[in-house]
Nanobody
Framework: QVQLVESGGGVVQPGGSLRLSCAAS????????IGWFRQAPGKEREGVSC????????YYVDSVKGRFTISRDNAKNMFYLQMNNLKPEDTAVYHC????????????????????????WGLGTQVTVSS
């Protein structure tokens, strides 16, 4: 089955950490840029972090810079989002996605990421930051 499946979400207190994982099956990630997107209730979907297929270009939304780190392991056909110092405003459903193309920063940083069609899109994992 061709799909992306997220894991690692949960409930954490402010200041805590979570590591999201995204496993690809039915295709290989080598030829794709990948990224993490989130959507909170009542808010637009936004790009959190993306990385090019060669891992030489990364993007982070300003609100997570210095706290989140994206990484990929093509050998395992997986990628990750390490989230540290979590804040209540990080609460959202986090989706992983794979897409072709080199415009990683343009796509990930677009005001309306919903306009793009991603080659693969995961169902999402809930992250809740609350005391």
């Amino acid at each position: 089955q061709v799909q992306l499946v997220e894991s690692g979400g949960g409930v954490v207190q402010p200041g805590g950490s979570l590591r999201l994982s995204c496993a690809a099956s039915g295709f290989t990630l080598d030829d794709y840029a990948i990224g993490w997107f989130r959507q909170a209730p009542g808010k637009e979907r936004e790009g959190v972090s993306c990385i090019s297929k060669s891992a030489d270009i990364t993007y982070y939304v300003d609100s997570v810079k210095g706290r989140f780190t994206i990484s990929r392991d093509n050998a395992k056909n997986m990628f990750y989002l390490q989230m540290n110092n979590l804040k209540p405003e990080d609460t959202a459903v986090y989706h992983c996605a794979a897409f072709r193309g080199i415009l990683v920063q343009y796509i990930c940083g677009a005001p309306d990421v919903s306009q793009f069609e991603f080659d693969y899109w995961g169902l999402g994992t809930q992250v809740t930051v609350s005391s």
